[in-house]
T-cell receptor, first 115, second 113 residues
Framework: AQKVTQTQTSISVMEKTTVTMDCVYETQDSSYFLFWYKQTASGEIVFLIRQDSYKKENATVGHYSLNFQKPKSSIGLIITATQIEDSAVYFCAMREDTNAYKVIFGKGTHLHVLP | DMKVTQMPRYLIKRMGENVLLECGQDMSHETMYWYRQDPGLGLQLIYISYDVDSNSEGDIPKGYRVSRKKREHFSLILDSAKTNQTSVYFC????????????FGKGTRLTVV
């Protein structure tokens, strides 16, 4: 069964610090893709970063990076030097190669960046 | 321009009325989705469309139906809306390959009174 779990419902951090948001997934596929999305206060949902299961290197885009631990089925999102505008809900998601149509989302983590 | 457009953005309907939510995309994506979002429940998949006239139920299809007559357009229909269908509805689209991201519309906030 495919499943994506985000156990942290809410996190608060001080501005300019580093935060890690956790995500674990379940899949039977040997090839899959892991994504993080951000939902801003206006409700808009945008794609941030992707990790391919067959790649050992952690993906990095701007001040977002991933901590991919395949043996633990874990894909953490790391935001360095957080800014107030990083305050949002972050969703982890997975697509499997054999059933790529279905996108499985976690329930999200609400990040509050405090001044 | 790579966007998903939803209309309307806000809608108030009376219980029992029919509701039509429209969605368009300009990326020629084969796959389109309808989700609803409720506090604490994340994004719940209502329907998925693989292409024109090729639709499949998602996790919570009861009370909804969809129509896709053109690749760029995907509609969600609520026949006889119920108060528990008050929610924010998101349309999304993607290429069929698994290594591609999903693009979301800005959402429609539907209130059924």
């Amino acid at each position: 069964a495919q499943k994506v779990t985000q156990t942290q419902t809410s996190i608060s951090v001080m501005e300019k610090t580093t935060v890690t948001m956790d995500c674990v997934y379940e899949t039977q596929d040997s090839s899959y893709f892991l994504f993080w999305y951000k939902q801003t206060a206006s409700g808009e949902i945008v794609f941030l970063i992707r990790q391919d299961s067959y790649k050992k290197e952690n993906a990095t885009v701007g001040h977002y990076s991933l901590n991919f631990q395949k043996p633990k089925s874990s894909i953490g999102l790391i935001i360095t030097a957080t800014q107030i505008e990083d305050s949002a809900v972050y969703f982890c998601a997975m697509r499997e190669d054999t059933n790529a149509y279905k996108v499985i989302f976690g329930k999200g983590t609400h990040l509050h960046v405090l001044p | 321009d790579m966007k998903v457009t939803q209309m309307p953005r806000y809608l108030i309907k009376r219980m029992g009325e029919n509701v039509l939510l429209e969605c368009g995309q300009d990326m020629s994506h084969e796959t389109m989705y309808w989700y609803r979002q409720d506090p604490g429940l994340g994004l719940q998949l209502i329907y998925i469309s693989y292409d024109v006239d090729s639709n499949s139920e998602g996790d919570i299809p009861k009370g909804y139906r969809v129509s896709r007559k053109k690749r760029e357009h995907f509609s969600l229909i609520l026949d006889s809306a119920k108060t528990n269908q008050t929610s924010v509805y998101f349309c999304a689209s993607s290429l069929e390959q698994g290594n591609t991201e999903v693009f979301f519309g800005k959402g429609t906030r539907l209130t059924v009174v």
